[in-house]
C-alpha cells in the first residue's frame, strides 16, 4: 500500500490538471465559435422631442461572419430591419401596442467600383470599405416614429427596438441555405426602455 500512494497522488494530481487545461480549451474554443458568428447588440436607444413627434436615435454593434462576409463580396445583398414599438405595459395582460415603425437598410457590394453601398430610404451612400459602411448602417438619427397626438397624459409607456437581417430580402438560393445557420440568424436582442416623454 505505501509504494502505491506516491503514484496514487500524482495521477489524481496529473488527472486535476488534465481536466482544468481540457476546460481551458473548451472555453477558447466556445469562444471562437461565438465569435466567428454574426450577430448584432443594440448598445443605446433614445426618444427625443422633435416638433410634433419624437424621433428615435440609436446605436449599435454589427458583426458579420466570414460566410456572411464572402457572400457579400460576391453580390448578396444584405437588408436590415429596424423594428420600433411603443406599448403601454400591463402587468397580468399584454401590452396595448401605440405605435409600431419599420425601417430598412441594405448593404450591398459593387464589383466594378469595388465599394460598399448602403441605401437607406432611397437615399445611396458609397464607401470605400466595409467596416465604414457597417458603421453607418450601425446607427439611426432623429427617425420621427411617435405622433405627440397619439400619447396620453399620465400614461406610462415602454419603448423597444430590434435590427435584424430579413432573410426575406435575400436571394432565393441563400434563403435556402439560412435556413438553420447560425451565421445567417443575424439579430439582435430586443432592446427595450422606459422613456420619459412629455405632452
Same mark, same amino acid.
Given at each position: 500500500?505505501?509504494?502505491?500512494?506516491?503514484?496514487?497522488?500524482?495521477?489524481?494530481?496529473?488527472?486535476?490538471?488534465?481536466?482544468?487545461?481540457?476546460?481551458?480549451?473548451?472555453?477558447?474554443?466556445?469562444?471562437?465559435?461565438?465569435?466567428?458568428?454574426?450577430?448584432?447588440?443594440?448598445?443605446?436607444?433614445?426618444?427625443?422631442?422633435?416638433?410634433?413627434?419624437?424621433?428615435?436615435?440609436?446605436?449599435?454593434?454589427?458583426?458579420?461572419?466570414?460566410?456572411?462576409?464572402?457572400?457579400?463580396?460576391?453580390?448578396?445583398?444584405?437588408?436590415?430591419?429596424?423594428?420600433?414599438?411603443?406599448?403601454?405595459?400591463?402587468?397580468?395582460?399584454?401590452?396595448? *401596442? #401605440?405605435?409600431?415603425?419599420?425601417?430598412? +437598410?441594405? !448593404?450591398?457590394?459593387?464589383? /466594378?467600383?469595388?465599394?460598399?453601398? $448602403?441605401?437607406?430610404?432611397?437615399?445611396?451612400?458609397?464607401?470605400?470599405?466595409?467596416?465604414?459602411?457597417?458603421?453607418?448602417?450601425?446607427?439611426?438619427?432623429?427617425?420621427?416614429?411617435?405622433?405627440?397626438?397619439?400619447?396620453?397624459?399620465? *400614461? #406610462?409607456?415602454?419603448?423597444?427596438?430590434? +435590427?435584424? !437581417?430579413?432573410?426575406?430580402? /435575400?436571394?432565393?438560393?441563400?434563403? $435556402?441555405?439560412?435556413?438553420?445557420?447560425?451565421?445567417?440568424?443575424?439579430?439582435?436582442?430586443?432592446?427595450?426602455?422606459?422613456?420619459?416623454?412629455?405632452?
Amino acid at each position: 500500500m505505501v509504494y502505491f500512494m506516491p503514484y496514487y497522488k500524482n495521477a489524481k494530481c496529473l488527472c486535476y490538471t488534465f481536466i482544468s487545461l481540457l476546460m481551458v480549451l473548451l472555453s477558447a474554443f466556445t469562444s471562437s465559435v461565438h465569435a466567428a458568428n454574426s450577430g448584432i447588440h443594440v448598445k443605446t436607444a433614445e426618444l427625443v422631442s422633435v416638433d410634433e413627434n419624437y424621433a428615435l436615435t440609436a446605436d449599435w454593434d454589427i458583426t458579420l461572419s466570414p460566410i456572411i462576409e464572402d457572400a457579400l463580396n460576391k453580390g448578396v445583398p444584405l437588408t436590415f430591419l429596424v423594428e420600433f414599438q411603443l406599448s403601454t405595459p400591463h402587468r397580468y395582460w399584454f401590452d396595448d *401596442e #401605440v405605435v409600431t415603425q419599420n425601417q430598412h +437598410v441594405t !448593404l450591398s457590394y459593387h464589383a /466594378l467600383s469595388r465599394q460598399y453601398l $448602403v441605401n437607406r430610404n432611397n437615399r445611396q451612400q458609397s464607401f470605400a470599405n466595409l467596416q465604414q459602411a457597417k458603421d453607418e448602417i450601425s446607427n439611426i438619427k432623429a427617425w420621427p416614429v411617435v405622433d405627440k397626438k397619439l400619447l396620453k397624459k399620465g *400614461e #406610462v409607456y415602454s419603448a423597444a427596438i430590434k +435590427v435584424r !437581417l430579413d432573410q426575406t430580402k /435575400l436571394p432565393k438560393p441563400v434563403q $435556402v441555405e439560412a435556413i438553420g445557420s447560425d451565421d445567417w440568424n443575424i439579430a439582435s436582442e430586443r432592446y427595450r426602455w422606459a422613456p420619459v416623454l412629455s405632452y
